[in-house]
């Protein structure tokens, strides 16, 4: 048994300090430095990025929604009729 928790209590410790060395190794720490050929456009506005993010899947949303509604609205007529 002491063998069993031995070997979970290691493996959950590689595990953690892997992740926590990939998350390490990622960090942004020369974001700062403009790499070549590197030509960031300007900024999103907040209405801009409100609209993007937020307003736009809602609204493709409701779109998609609508059409399956429709389409399920006319089929149930369609086979009503019989």
Not at 14 to 21: D, K, N, Q, R, V
Not at 63 to 76: E, H, P, T, Y
């Amino acid at each position: 048994m002491s063998n069993k928790v031995n070997k979970n209590v290691l493996r959950a410790g590689t595990i953690t300090a892997g992740t926590a060395l990939m998350l390490l190794m990622s960090s942004p720490a020369f974001a700062l430095t403009r790499d070549d050929g590197d030509d960031p456009g300007p900024g999103l506005s907040v209405i801009e990025t409100l609209g993007l993010y937020v307003a736009a899947p809602i609204v493709l949303f409701l779109i998609i929604a609508g059409l399956v509604m429709a389409g399920d609205k006319s089929r149930k007529q369609a086979g009503s009729k019989d």
